[in-house]
């Protein structure tokens, strides 16, 4: 079956710190691979995505690679600020159908502290 | 870009009461919708998938009686939860994917919460 594992939180970072955030895969086929981001209070907002093998998903300085070889699509940010505090979802799309929903991890919590 | 809107952002209920939670794609077509469930702290379980013109397909354990789904445009997908109990608040939120020519990206509402009193 489709499933999503990430590493569990919180992660606790001083501004500025490195981040990782751990997420492997287990799909049939060649799923899309997603990264959300939900504030407090919030719903979740599209961070970055990738749909095939070696495929990279930037955006507002988080990357994360599509790598069959580890099923992985580790996300990462060189400098975390304050703001980015908040919880991360790894998803999979098992297929680009309509029909196909997302299959999420169950989120890492992230706070940044100045 | 495109965006989904949810509407109300938040609700309280009497318990037994009704209420309805509407899902709006705002620029986009969408012919298939999902809503999920949030408790604190946890992921997103899917709860059904809508699709416009037909019957939600609900998944396992989802009592479709009590959460009822109705897809009637291809921008408009409302879940209502009947006879309302205090263990059915929750966050519920909405998604719907964009067509191939729109990226293929599936957006998600802003969420709403919903409070049985």
């Known amino acids: 079956g489709n499933s999503v594992t990430q590493m569990e939180g919180p992660v606790t970072l001083s501004e500025e710190a490195f981040l990782t955030i751990n997420c492997t895969y287990t799909a049939t086929g060649y799923p899309s691979l997603f990264w959300y981001v939900q504030y407090p209070g919030e719903g979740l907002q599209l961070l970055l995505k990738a749909t095939k093998a070696d495929d990279k998903g930037s955006n507002k300085g988080f990357e994360a690679t599509y790598r069959k070889e580890t099923t992985s699509f580790h996300l990462e940010k060189g400098s975390v600020q304050v703001s980015d505090s908040a919880v991360y979802f790894c998803a999979l799309s098992p297929s680009n159908q309509a029909g196909t929903a997302l299959i999420f991890g169950k989120g890492t919590t992230l706070s940044v502290s100045s | 870009g495109a965006v989904v809107s949810q509407h109300p952002s938040r609700v309280i209920c009497k318990s037994g009461t009704s209420v309805k939670i509407e ?33 939600a397909t609900y998944e396992q354990g989802v009592e479709k009686d009590k959460f009822l789904i109705n897809h009637a445009s291809l921008t408009l997908s409302t879940l209502t939860v009947t006879s309302a109990h205090p263990e059915d608040s929750s966050f519920y939120i909405c998604s719907a994917r964009a067509h191939r020519e729109a990226g293929n990206t599936i957006y998600f509402g802003e969420g709403s919460w919903l409070t049985v009193v």
């Not at chain 2, 986009?28 to 604190?40: G, I, K």
């Open chain 2, 23 to 55: 899902c709006r794609s705002l620029d986009f077509q969408a012919t298939t919708m999902f809503w999920y469930r949030q408790f604190p702290k946890q992921s997103l379980m899917l709860m059904a998938t809508s699709n416009e013109g037909s019957k």
